[in-house]
């Protein structure tokens, strides 16, 4: 029944895009002289749009808001002037099975310009999009923590495979679907909770060796469990989780938005968040200073294994069933949101709005990218060009900054 309705709002999705886009390039053409077309098509062929755009982008997500104001609307004037050079080619995108330049910087324009343009924000579809996307996002917000105090998790993936494993093996034999879910989320927070603990007691080790121990346990239990195999048989309410609506907005959507207020508000506004932040800068510090370090790797870990059991259940909803292999990447995924919307991997800095612009880039990245057919082990490539770009422009903002003037 998911596949059914994934199916339905993928090819409604692509038969409005088409035509939406069609509108766009007839009345930009009435618009344009033969003298402005041919500035357009040299600036075009050249391809001085690319390095441009890329340009506006990284200061749209790293400069001020002062500035992030300017280069957007200067982002969206751009888009206007180009669009029927964009439009041609994406179309010759499209008609290629396989083609000869790498499409993935013309894909991410095109993605961040639907999400910011209000043309596209306006399309129905649009909206629908992010259903497939949004489970991965409730990890962001913990995630963000962990990278803030100079930490890193590489075990989500296995805690959302595991706890979905679980639910689907405990429904299955018998436990109501409510007791399932609960049960799903008490055993995701258990698992964060072990993942806390080891980096407790075993302080000398790094945070990723930990976790990288942690996700192996995990995922090798999940296939211990189902050896491979399917599981599901959920109830129909259940796949009100994922493809349900609350009005005219996802239900999922609507619980992300909730996640981001309250984690938001925890850490900007508390004095938990601002122990974080300290953490980050200096955890000697605040251990001599009085803060209880433990518990706040702690209370972390907690939250990031909980989170994984919530996106584990929109996940399974979803699909409608699961398997050992289900979240693969995922990991990946969620640090690369992280990173990408500003959070520094040295910690102690980074806000919460960076994240969630972020989200919706790599989201609708992805999602562009498998409606264009482009391979998987592709946009995984494409992801880590994207992750190592953000670090870079990162670093070379902070080592700009370290400057002294002379």
Not at 250 to 270: D, E, N, S
Not at 307 to 314: G, K, L, N, Q
Not at 357 to 383: D, R, T
Request: glycine share 10%; hydrophobic share 55%; net charge positive.
């Amino acid at each position: 029944m998911s596949y059914n309705i994934l199916a339905v709002n993928q090819k409604k999705m692509f038969h409005q895009f088409v035509e939406f886009d069609k509108k766009v390039l007839l009345y930009f053409n009435s618009m344009h002289s033969p003298e402005w077309d041919s500035i357009m098509w040299w600036i075009s062929g050249n391809k001085l749009w690319i390095p441009l755009y890329v340009f506006l982008l990284c200061f749209i997500i790293y400069r001020g808001r002062p500035y992030r104001f300017i280069f957007i609307i200067l982002f969206v004037a751009i888009t206007v002037l180009l669009c029927d050079q964009l439009s041609v080619l994406i179309k010759n995108l499209v008609e290629r099975p396989r083609p000869s330049h790498d499409p993935g910087i013309t894909n991410l324009v095109h993605i961040v310009n639907s999400f910011i343009s209000p043309w596209y924000l306006n399309v129905g579809t649009f909206l629908n999009a992010p259903m497939n996307f949004l489970d991965k996002a409730f990890i962001v917000f913990p995630m963000m923590m962990v990278i803030i105090m100079g930490n890193i998790d590489i075990s989500v993936g296995s805690i959302v495979a595991l706890s979905s494993v679980l639910m689907a093996v405990l429904f299955n034999a018998g436990l109501p679907m409510p007791m399932a879910i609960m049960a799903a989320l008490l055993i995701g927070t258990a698992l964060g909770c072990i993942n806390g603990l080891l980096l407790i007691k075993f302080r000398e080790l790094p945070a990723m060796i930990v976790t990288l121990s942690t996700m192996t346990i995990y995922r090798g239990v999940a296939y211990v469990i189902l050896r491979d195999q399917a599981s599901g048989g959920f109830p129909g309410w259940f796949l009100y989780f994922a493809w349900g609506y609350v009005g005219p907005f996802p239900f999922i959507m609507v619980a992300f938005i909730v996640a981001a207020v309250i984690f938001g508000v925890v850490l900007h506004k508390t004095g938990f968040g601002r122990t974080v932040y300290g953490m980050g800068s200096n955890r000697l510090a605040c251990k001599y200073s009085g803060v209880k370090t433990d518990r706040i790797l702690l209370i972390v870990g907690l939250l990031t294994g909980l989170m994984s059991a919530v996106c584990a259940i929109f996940l399974t909803s979803r699909m409608g069933s699961t398997r050992p292999n289900v979240a693969m990447g995922y990991e990946l995924d969620v640090i690369a949101m992280v990173v990408l919307g500003g959070v520094s991997t040295s910690g102690g800095t980074g806000r919460i709005a960076g994240p969630l612009l972020a989200i919706f880039v790599i989201g609708f990245l992805n999602y562009g990218l498998g409606l264009m057919n482009v391979s998987a082990q592709m946009i995984l490539v494409i992801l880590g060009l994207l992750l190592i770009l953000s670090v870079l422009v990162m670093n070379l903002r902070i080592t700009t900054k370290g400057k002294s003037p002379a």
